[in-house]
């Protein structure tokens, strides 16, 4: 099975690398974003966009978390 970003979630885990690994590209990164922002009802910084903060699920669910209104 794939997700939206074309990335097989079978072996996914929580701390998988995305980017860094190269499972994410570019173009995942600003669809991912615009969910983010869509859903989570916030705006992402452009300095905000780092390894740090979305390079695994369990990063970007911690960024999001933080986000919130």
């Known amino acids: 099975m794939k997700s939206d970003l074309g990335v097989g979630t079978d072996s996914l885990t929580d701390d998988t690398p995305l980017f860094s690994s190269g499972l994410i590209d570019s173009f995942s990164l600003v669809m991912l974003m615009s969910f983010l922002e ?27 978390k933080r986000m919130r209104p």
Not at 42 to 59: G, K
Request: aromatic share 8%.
């Open 38 to 64: 869509s859903e989570g009802k916030f705006r992402i910084n452009p300095v905000d966009v780092s390894l740090e903060n979305m390079d695994s699920v369990e990063r970007i669910l911690n960024f999001s």
